[in-house]
């Protein structure tokens, strides 16, 4: 499903599509970003929600890492916010297992971020080294969340 805005509002946005001129203000085509959230905590997962659904993007959310690697499985998704601390399956292990899932499938590479509490130093290597893309402590303003999606997708593309 796709939906307009005016360029403006989401002049950075990476699946963006140019349409055809017209009037004064410039209409793009944008198929919204289907992003998964793993967290266990409801307010947490609330306020991404939110946050994602003001950038115009959709969001489904798992409850803890066995679901999220469920629903990973189960859905198409361009990218996962997974926090690292939960029951059942942490954070860790479901990147590992997505990791392990893409591997065996031959190629494939969903961007994750991590999504976390713990700002000790080296802690965002750590996320790195585990198979993690990018990391974002938390608390975040929203400007934050925006910059950090864009610039995941922005690097994975580059990747390519």
Request: proline residues 6%; glycine residues 8%; negative net charge.
């Amino acid at each position: 499903m796709a939906f307009f805005l005016p360029a403006a509002l989401d002049s950075d946005n990476p699946k963006q599509q140019h349409s055809a001129p017209g009037g004064s203000a410039t209409l793009v085509m944008v198929n919204p970003l289907r992003i998964l959230v793993v967290e266990d905590n409801p307010v947490n997962q609330k306020l991404l929600s939110l946050m994602l659904q003001q950038f115009g993007y959709t969001s489904v959310v798992a409850e803890n890492g066995r679901i999220g690697y469920e629903r990973y499985l189960a859905g198409e998704f361009d990218l996962i916010l997974m926090d690292i601390q939960m029951p059942v399956m942490d954070g860790f292990e479901a990147t590992a297992a997505i990791r392990a899932r893409e591997d065996e499938a031959g190629g494939g590479h969903i961007p994750i971020i991590a999504v976390t509490a713990h700002v000790m130093p080296g802690y965002r290597e750590q996320c790195l080294a585990r198979g993690m893309d990018n990391y974002i402590p938390k608390p975040f303003k929203m400007q934050e969340l925006k910059e950090i999606i864009t610039n995941t997708l922005q690097q994975r593309n580059v990747a390519r």
